[in-house]
């Protein structure tokens, strides 16, 4: 038996956790854009990664560092530090060379523009501008950003049965992009929990995989996709359940708010497929859906096109038929099963529900048991500009 | 030792073919909507169709009936037939019952929306209007648009060492669509050459591989993607090398023109990938590309941006590193094993040639021989404008 609670505070709500953004003059004016997440004790550190197979600099520097702990993790926006060869690793080793001693083991996570060296100088002298003791997790969350709209962050507090509480805290940024090739998904999670790094590292893989991995903006992997979760043990207590549950909560919520975020995205549209032969394969139509170009821009003109989505369906690679196909917009039915079940009623009630900017899609192959949900965005002519804008 | 030569004529191109389109009323005004091609002896045939598991009913209909020789082809457009369950297919059984004595198991093909019933009597009375003595192979290239700008047509007379010639023409539609949920590609072959039903087979499948198959417009594939090939023999003759070479000129030149017409398109580029560990790796990273939202905005902005070419060959799940990979445009090489090698001069010099309406981008894995080669268009305004649009 526990309790959950949405508290504020972002990744400096567990425990002994500090965060701070500074402006280091890497994005023009005074734009913040270097944080730090800082621990006063020392961290396990549990982390899952892009699978592209470019990985960006940082990432190969953390991997490099095979099992350690840590009490501090460096993020700049402006610069993914990918494509930039073993030369972009020495580059982070000199940059955390510089740090105060206290800093223990400190790892590096960048964003931003693919195939330029970090501007090593600035960011050397941004990093001696935080303040250990800062608990500014709000502006933390606003250094870390590229081109989101809005910072995301959200943590939980959880209370078990004896009366023991412990902490989970994130921040995020990802879905936004105006410079070409700017890298994506950056989340740090924090945690007072007494949690070993194998129980992380185990519930860490489990979530991402319908959260984050079943969040898609356009379809592209980038090189920098980083999830890391740090634990300090501070609170002395722990709740398997409990520690699942928030922090699926809490990294759904962030996968959402990054669609919801998604470049010239008007819709967060979730797509919950059930029915299918397996969750592998309604996890392989759920995301065809999210990444289709014809069921993208059919979104964005709000048009209850549901030929389009039976068609992705068919050529997802998923077993499916036409026969035991259902397909709604809510509550509303558009394919039944064989039967071609779209009136003129029908097409204004789903049309209507087209019109909100969140809702949710449903397709049932009417298989077997198979259940997966994915979110993805509409495309439309804001995605286009942001995206072929001319500019190096 | 043979010659190759192109000739006028299309699917009318080899002895004994004829073709024409007429109005049935399916388009607005007196635009073509039906075309036929008829063999004045029967024909062997052999077909590949979409591998989207909601196969339209002309597909369902032509692999029901098994094995067997054709003298006929009808097609529509505006309505692909497809979604419509058991009907569609007895509709297409009563429309064929219509035709001329002469006509010996006739087969169908239709592409246009999916998810409602052909307009039954308009295509009885559209077929009544043919005139089996037409060779009128343009306006049955007309006829079977949809969306294209411009027809899709081409033929080659094949001479043979001892004298003999044979002829392959043909016709196709696709990659253009202005109705949401408008099937994409069909392609109807015709030749006089002396070969086997088992022979084409073959060579059909193994040329849509790098043809058909390598092209993408958004990366859709649709419920009614169809490829027939007909054979009456009447040259007496064959070749199977000429065969094969000519037969592959020609897929690939329609696959080309497929692409060039996209919708919105306003570049068709090839991406030539070598030095992949395999074929099928290549394969993987040449469709990739093709595919990727973030490189064809890119090449609608015309910019030259490398970065997001390399995040998408290390995402493509192909086997690939930072250190062996090179990327050029056209002569341009912006990318070199590691080595960051863009600067301003290169820039300007790879923004020139994106200014080209067709161009190549090479990528070289630099791990052993795999090699392939794909074709894929830019997305822009007018994809977002054209899919969008509500129509229903």
Redesign the interface.
Known sequence: MYKLTKIEGGVCAAEGFYADGVSAGLKSGAAKDMAFVYSDTLCEIAATF??????AAPIRHFKAKGEFQTNFVLINSKNAN?????AGIKDIDEILATLPQNVKNPVMSSTG?????LPKEKIIAGAKLFDLSKQNSATAAEAIMTTDTFSKQIAYEIELADGGVFHIGAMAKGAGMIN??M?TMLCFITTDANVSKEAMQKILNKNVETTFNAASV??????NDTVMLLSNAKSGTYNEEAFTVALHNIMLFLAREMVRDGEGATKLVTYEVSGAKDNKDAQIVAKALT????VK??L?????????I??????SGA?????T?TISFENVCV?KK???Y?DAEM?KKA?EIMKMDSFTIYCDLGIADGYFTAFGCD???E???I??????
């Open positions: 892009t699978t592209n197979k470019m990985t990918a494509m930039t060869g073993k523009v693919i195939g330029v060296r070409p090739a890298a356009d379809g592209d992997t980038s090189t990444n289709s170009l014809l821009t059919a964005y003109g709000e048009d209850p096109n549901w030929g389009r039976a068609s992705t369906v068919g050529a077993l499916s038929y036409e026969d196909l394919y064989g039967k071609l779209f097409e049309s495309l439309g002519y995605y286009v500009k995206n072929a804008d001319y500019r190096t």
